[in-house]
């Protein structure tokens, strides 16, 4: 064992000893009886001193050797209040008022009881997390390990499967150490032979191979489509010779320096069998497009891809993701390669590599752009998959059971795994101020002062640390409104799941939609009557304030609960109005304009600053003195010249067409002549991890606890007016569609009776 391993473990290990010495100090004081002012007091000073914490953290900027101390103290506050309320809760709040308060009540507290025991397990992932650098590769090339890129694919286009092969031969890595493969499972045998989708597949089959033949990639497919992704990613592995294996999804592009950040770590330890990197993604998922939130606030999946699995990381926890990542060969054959007994074959696979005491790696560093689904019904199918796919290894394989895992890898994993239970929890906590408000069950037996000096500090405290913790990625009531768009349907296959964990198949998300139109998604109505019944609670509120002042002390906070759920509500409502998407290639921003001429007849020469930009096309900002770009016209051939940004000091031509002329904004769509150039676009885009990283900084900023309320008001507002505004245009549509065929129905038959009667007086 190296020095560097064992000073690890021993760090571990003191850690571990202090927090089981610490939880059973803060367990003791919090269950100690003291007064009610007492109790009081206590509060206070806790929740000031996690507000002065977050203070010191914000002004450190949340770096240098005081930040982890800060850290670890302000999780042992949360921890006790926690503590304090809970055992308020059971011995003072529950019960008291008929059979009905008291399932109610239990009801609601086994909510708070999951919510309370997953921020527990996300204190325990969070205080120990792990920042990594790229581990060195030798001076000697010669020593750089064999890699295999695969890329399995299902039913993507030849498009952009071009552009994700191009992106993995972009990568700077010696060309005799790498070799890239496309696993083709939409032209296995099987599909080719099936009566109605044969010649579809066929057609698809010749379409790659001569895609493959083309880019010098190496094409498999295999005879059947046996479980699913890792199936596909099995039939191939004897036929590898790599000693390492990238694994990227179909729509995941490679910057170039993917190689050489992360295959030094599996020089660095024998034992290393991943080195897993975050999910980025070009495009905003359906919630941040039809809410507006993609160009101004922190990317949704980064909380888990760059703080939970840093935070897994250290505990040796980080998980392999499917996509992103970098496996040792060797290892995955040993357990007989991507395992495929449930549907979250790549958390699986990790698991039980860690169980054989592999370890494994989390870089936090943006080496990929990916898609993401652009439908509403697409997302929710993911995540979905997702959720079950959690819950079948909870039964089927255990992190609390399984043989081989550590103590610390298997709250690790149960902590991830514990998460996807949220749908059945956010039903709770949206119904159960309603029950009061509407139908006076008291759900929540304590006054205003108790809930002040208990629950006021515990809630608070969970803000404050998340604050502390990813404030800089993760807004307040984000997280809410995610959870809430996903639960109507969550819920059912969840119970479904729990009912029968074996009757599940792997469904494989579409990427690259287009929407033609705006439309409402299918689970708009269970939204719409989410909404109806808080609406209708807190005007009920209103009245039950005004007509029983006896009912004032629990009416306080749970008017406070049930507005905070009209915001989530509304934000998920405004969510479902689908907002077109009719560009199949997503365009960037670069962070600084790229310079470039463009060549157009008369051998005109025009410098230009390019100001967005997709493989399939750009926009080009023209000089501005009037006059110079008035004899464009659309549909101009043109030749845009470009640095190339592999090779410097090489121009390269990229051939287009002017599809757009306005005020000096050219629109141009690319005309390739050959692969070269499209890779060089590819790279333009996608190559820079620097670029990659700069665009995603742009959006990771804090605001205040106000300010981000404030945002998710504004945000549901705007969209629930526009909803609300469509609907209503719809509406009025049909009634006019309506009309129009009554009026030619009646009309046509009135013009019948007319000839007929015509034709009897003839």
Same mark, same amino acid.
């Given at each position: 064992?190296?020095?560097?391993?064992?000073?690890?473990?021993?760090?571990?290990?003191?850690?571990?000893?202090?927090?089981?010495?610490?939880?059973?100090?803060?367990?003791?004081?919090?269950?100690?009886?003291?007064?009610?002012?007492?109790?009081?007091?206590?509060?206070?000073?806790?929740?000031?001193?996690?507000?002065?914490?977050?203070?010191?953290?914000?002004?450190?900027?949340?770096?240098?050797?005081?930040?982890?101390?800060?850290?670890?103290?302000?999780?042992?506050?949360?921890?006790?209040?926690?503590?304090?309320?809970?055992?308020?809760?059971?011995?003072?709040?529950?019960?008291?008022?008929?059979?009905?308060?008291?399932?109610?009540?239990?009801?609601?507290?086994?909510?708070?009881?999951?919510?309370?025991?997953?921020?527990?397990?996300?204190?325990?992932?969070?205080?120990?997390?792990?920042?990594?650098?790229?581990?060195?590769?030798?001076?000697?090339?010669?020593?750089?390990?064999?890699?295999?890129?695969?890329?399995?694919?299902?039913?993507?286009?030849?498009?952009?499967?071009?552009?994700?092969?191009?992106?993995?031969?972009?990568?700077?890595?010696?060309?005799?150490?790498?070799?890239?493969?496309?696993?083709?499972?939409?032209?296995?045998?099987?599909?080719?032979?099936?009566?109605?989708?044969?010649?579809?597949?066929?057609?698809?089959?010749?379409?790659?191979?001569?895609?493959?033949?083309?880019?010098?990639?190496?094409?498999?497919?295999?005879?059947?489509?046996?479980?699913?992704?890792?199936?596909?990613?099995?039939?191939?592995?004897?036929?590898?010779?790599?000693?390492?294996?990238?694994?990227?999804?179909?729509?995941?592009?490679?910057?170039?320096?993917?190689?050489?950040?992360?295959?030094?770590?599996?020089?660095?330890?024998?034992?290393?069998?991943?080195?897993?990197?975050?999910?980025?993604?070009?495009?905003?998922?359906?919630?941040?497009?039809?809410?507006?939130?993609?160009?101004?606030?922190?990317?949704?999946?980064?909380?888990?891809?760059?703080?939970?699995?840093?935070?897994?990381?250290?505990?040796?926890?980080?998980?392999?993701?499917?996509?992103?990542?970098?496996?040792?060969?060797?290892?995955?054959?040993? $357990?007989?390669?991507?395992?495929?007994?449930?549907?979250?074959?790549?958390?699986?696979?990790?698991?039980?590599?860690?169980?054989?005491?592999?370890?494994?790696?989390?870089?936090?560093?943006?080496?990929?752009?990916?898609?993401?689904?652009?439908?509403?019904?697409?997302?929710?199918?993911?995540?979905?998959?997702?959720?079950?796919?959690?819950? @079948?290894?909870?039964?089927?394989?255990?992190?609390?059971?399984?043989?081989?895992?550590?103590?610390?890898?298997?709250?690790?994993?149960?902590?991830?795994?514990?998460?996807?239970?949220?749908?059945?929890?956010?039903?709770?906590?949206?119904?159960?101020?309603?029950?009061?408000?509407?139908?006076?069950?008291?759900?929540?037996?304590?006054?205003?002062?108790?809930?002040?000096?208990?629950? $006021?500090?515990?809630?608070?405290?969970?803000?404050?640390?998340?604050?502390?913790?990813?404030?800089?990625?993760?807004?307040?009531?984000?997280?809410?409104?995610?959870?809430?768009?996903?639960?109507?349907?969550?819920?059912?296959?969840?119970?479904?799941?729990?009912?029968?964990?074996?009757?599940?198949?792997?469904?494989?998300?579409?990427?690259?939609?287009?929407?033609?139109?705006?439309?409402?998604?299918?689970?708009?109505?269970?939204?719409?009557?989410?909404?109806?019944? $808080?609406?209708?609670?807190?005007?009920?509120?209103?009245?039950?304030?005004?007509?029983?002042?006896?009912?004032?002390?629990?009416?306080?906070?749970?008017?406070?609960?049930?507005?905070?759920?009209?915001?989530?509500?509304?934000?998920?409502?405004?969510?479902?109005?689908?907002?077109?998407?009719?560009?199949?290639?997503?365009?960037?921003?670069?962070?600084?304009?790229?310079?470039?001429?463009?060549?157009?007849?008369?051998?005109?020469?025009?410098? $230009?600053?390019?100001?967005?930009?997709?493989?399939?096309?750009?926009?080009?900002?023209?000089?501005?003195?009037?006059?110079?770009?008035?004899?464009?016209?659309?549909?101009?051939?043109?030749? +845009?010249?470009?640095?190339?940004?592999?090779?410097?000091?090489?121009?390269?031509?990229?051939?287009?067409?002017?599809?757009?002329? +306005?005020?000096?904004?050219?629109?141009?769509?690319?005309?390739?002549?050959?692969?070269?150039?499209?890779?060089?676009?590819?790279?333009? +885009?996608?190559?820079?991890?620097?670029?990659?990283?700069?665009?995603?900084? @742009?959006?990771?900023?804090?605001?205040?606890?106000?300010?981000?309320?404030?945002?998710?008001?504004?945000?549901?507002?705007?969209?629930?007016?526009?909803?609300?505004?469509?609907?209503?245009? @719809?509406?009025?549509?049909?009634?006019?569609?309506?009309?129009?065929?009554?009026?030619?129905?009646?009309?046509?038959?009135?013009?019948?009776?007319?000839?007929?009667?015509?034709?009897?007086?003839?």
């Amino acid at each position: 064992m190296s020095i560097r391993t064992t000073i690890s473990s021993l760090v571990t290990m003191v850690i571990v000893l202090s927090i089981l010495v610490g939880l059973c100090g803060v367990w003791l004081l919090a269950a100690s009886p003291v007064s009610t002012r007492a109790e009081g007091y206590i509060g206070a000073v806790m929740l000031l001193a996690m507000i002065v914490i977050l203070f010191l953290g914000r002004k450190l900027h949340f770096q240098g050797p005081w930040v982890a101390p800060l850290r670890i103290i302000s999780i042992f506050l949360a921890i006790f209040l926690t503590a304090r309320y809970l055992i308020w809760r059971v011995e003072f709040t529950i019960g008291g008022y008929g059979v009905v308060s008291l399932i109610v009540g239990l009801t609601l507290f086994a909510a708070e009881i999951y919510s309370a025991g997953f921020a527990l397990l996300g204190y325990f992932v969070n205080v120990n997390p792990r920042r990594r650098i790229p581990a060195p590769l030798p001076s000697d090339e010669s020593q750089f390990p064999t890699v295999d890129i695969v890329i399995p694919s299902y039913n993507e286009s030849a498009e952009l499967l071009e552009v994700t092969l191009l992106g993995a031969l972009n990568i700077q890595y010696p060309s005799d150490k790498f070799q890239v493969h496309l696993l083709d499972d939409g032209g296995t045998d099987d599909r080719c032979n099936k009566q109605k989708i044969a010649e579809q597949s066929r057609a698809r089959r010749r379409t790659l191979q001569q895609l493959c033949l083309n880019l010098g990639v190496t094409y498999h497919t295999r005879v059947h489509n046996d479980h699913a992704k890792a199936g596909n990613i099995n039939a191939a592995l004897d036929s590898l010779h790599g000693a390492l294996m990238v694994i990227l999804d179909a729509d995941h592009v490679p910057t170039r320096d993917f190689l050489r950040k992360t295959v030094g770590f599996f020089l660095q330890d024998e034992k290393c069998f991943l080195v897993q990197t975050p999910h980025s993604f070009i495009n905003p998922d359906p919630i941040e497009k039809n809410l507006g939130i993609f160009y101004d606030s922190p990317p949704e999946t980064e909380l888990f891809h760059n703080v939970i699995q840093a935070g897994l990381d250290g505990w040796n926890a980080s998980f392999f993701c499917g996509s992103a990542a970098v496996m040792r060969r060797s290892m995955l054959l040993e $357990v007989g390669g991507i395992q495929g007994d449930t549907i979250t074959e790549d958390a699986e696979t990790a698991m039980i590599l860690h169980a054989k005491g592999y370890h494994s790696v989390f870089l936090n560093e943006s080496l990929s752009i990916g898609l993401q689904p652009e439908t509403m019904m697409s997302f929710i199918a993911q995540r979905v998959r997702w959720a079950q796919g959690a819950l @079948q290894l909870l039964h089927f394989k255990n992190p609390l059971t399984l043989p081989g895992l550590k103590p610390m890898q298997r709250i690790a994993y149960l902590a991830s795994f514990s998460y996807w239970f949220f749908p059945f929890s956010r039903i709770i906590t949206i119904l159960a101020p309603s029950m009061f408000l509407l139908f006076g069950i008291m759900v929540y037996n304590a006054t205003t002062e108790q809930y002040a000096i208990y629950g $006021v500090p515990y809630f608070l405290s969970t803000m404050i640390f998340s604050d502390f913790i990813f404030g800089k990625i993760r807004w307040p009531l984000i997280s809410d409104v995610y959870e809430m768009v996903q639960t109507p349907l969550a819920a059912p296959a969840l119970a479904a799941t729990i009912l029968r964990p074996g009757k599940l198949s792997f469904k494989v998300t579409p990427k690259g939609e287009q929407l033609d139109r705006d439309s409402i998604a299918p689970t708009a109505w269970v939204q719409y009557l989410l909404l109806l019944i $808080v609406l209708l609670s807190l005007i009920v509120g209103g009245w039950r304030w005004l007509n029983h002042p006896g009912e004032r002390p629990q009416l306080i906070f749970t008017m406070m609960w049930e507005f905070i759920n009209f915001m989530i509500v509304a934000a998920a409502v405004s969510v479902t109005l689908e907002r077109k998407q009719r560009r199949e290639q997503f365009r960037i921003v670069p962070m600084h304009p790229i310079p470039a001429v463009f060549h157009a007849a008369n051998d005109r020469r025009i410098a $230009v600053r390019i100001t967005d930009l997709s493989t399939g096309g750009a926009s080009l900002r023209m000089p501005s003195p009037e006059g110079v770009h008035e004899t464009l016209k659309p549909q101009e051939n043109i030749i +845009i010249w470009l640095e190339s940004v592999r090779e410097k000091g090489r121009v390269i031509h990229i051939p287009a067409k002017v599809k757009s002329n +306005i005020s000096g904004q050219l629109g141009v769509q690319f005309q390739y002549q050959n692969t070269q150039q499209k890779a060089e676009i590819v790279d333009l +885009i996608y190559g820079d991890s620097r670029q990659l990283e700069e665009r995603l900084e @742009q959006r990771r900023k804090r605001i205040s606890f106000f300010a981000a309320y404030l945002y998710i008001a504004k945000k549901s507002t705007a969209g629930l007016g526009n909803n609300m505004q469509f609907i209503l245009k @719809q509406g009025v549509h049909a009634v006019m569609r309506s009309t129009h065929r009554l009026f030619v129905v009646n009309a046509r038959s009135l013009w019948t009776v007319a000839f007929y009667n015509r034709s009897d007086r003839g």
